[in-house]
């Protein structure tokens, strides 16, 4: 499964970024739920970022061209949400690093969105 978590940093033990549209990073996490490890890591550039209007809608559409079927960020605005639903991408909030988001999607204890 691949998960994309919002970034402040090209570091799996870096924080996750408060804003999902407005992150400087994505880190694309492919991950093995079942055996709870992580396959591999890349990190890519939020090249919406400083859009002045749309940040949340391109961003989600970036996550979803790298096939990440699962969002970890701080906060979810209401426009990437929708793009994410349509794509059936699973939506989760969290906070501090990213290591220890991917530990607790790995036992269930992350917030989902609905």
Known sequence: MKIAISSTSKDIKGE???IFGRCPFFAII???LEEKK?????FIENISAD???????SASQLVVDNKAE??????IGPRAKEVLQKFQVDMYIAQG???????????DKLKKVV
């Open 16 to 18: 996750i970024a408060d």
């Open 30 to 32: 492919d991950v093995d």
């Open 38 to 42: 992580i396959n591999e890591t890349n």
């Open 51 to 57: 859009q002045p209007g749309g940040a949340g809608v």
């Open 70 to 75: 699962a969002v970890i960020s701080g906060n």
């Open 97 to 107: 690093s990213l290591e220890q988001a991917v530990k607790d999607m790995w036992e």
